[in-house]
């Protein structure tokens, strides 16, 4: 049994993502590799995407190994060198690829459908997170992954540099309901506010009574300009719109973005983006 077990479709003279948009999938596919197997290719001169759905393997990325464990999420930009290595007895990922410098600065929109029933606990979009130490919570919080398998929010609180907004949010309380149902941004970590937990919220703070009901799907968009951020939420029968001053916590300038589900709660998203202004210095993702 070889152990090289591709999966491609390609389409090599990119087709169009949408119209007036110099955005070209290349290529989608399916890579099943046994263990021992190290790849290493030549420069690529597109952006590939993978997405690891069993086993585990690592990417080397500027002389760093970056681990993947299933649900894990790698890019590659434009001009690297691909290399990787099976850990596990087999790993299998989906990468998809596309042509154009710019494609890494396309890929905070997102559309996300309530798949649970449960009226407590939130979903969380996070924003320019990264490691706010001690050892070994550092900068680049892909270098900690394992250590948020289990993801206990103490985790996130006190070693993370980061914005959150909670939405499709409860109370905690075992009475909690649909009419507890609010929007709130956070600052991480709690250091900042003297380890007081309440401290950490941005004003104002919004309700959320009849948005996110289950099945419906809800069209998301996250804007950050300097020291304003709004987040827009729209399903087919309404749209609110979301604001928060950010002059009122210390400011982030980069990192990466991230969701995260408290227990029972679960949720579909498709059509994730991120972009920017061109005129801006790029940032993580």
Known sequence: MSPYHPRLLSYPAAMPAAPNIPLGLRSVGRDELLKGVSIVSCHKNFTQLFWSVAGEGSFLREGRWYE??????????????????????KWCYYWISFDH???????????????????????????YASGAGPEPYTEDITEWNRLRQIPYMATYFDHMNLLHISYAAFNNKIDAGKDSAYIRA?????????????????????????????????????????????????????ERLYYWDL????????????????????????????SQLENRKSESC
């Not at 993947?68 to 007895?89: A, N, R």
């Open 186 to 238: 956070r600052r991480y970590p709690r250091s900042l506010f003297g380890g007081q937990f309440d401290r950490m919220e941005l004003e104002p703070d919004y309700t959320a009574i009849d948005l996110f009901e289950p099945g419906m799907e809800h069209h998301m968009t996250i804007i950050k300009r300097g020291e304003e951020m709004y987040m827009n939420v729209s399903n087919i029968n309404e």
């Open 68 to 89: 993947q464990t299933p649900g894990s999420i790698f890019c590659y930009e434009p001009d690297s060198i691909h290399e990787l290595i099976v850990k596990s007895d």
């Open 101 to 127: 410098k710019h494609a890494l600065n396309w890929l905070r929109d997102f559309d996300f459908t309530r798949m649970d029933t449960v009226d407590r606990f939130v979903c969380i979009v996070y924003l």
């Open 247 to 274: 002059s009122q916590v210390p400011g982030l300038q980069k990192g990466r973005i991230g969701l995260r589900h408290m227990w029972q709660r679960a949720g579909l998203y498709k059509n994730i983006t991120v």
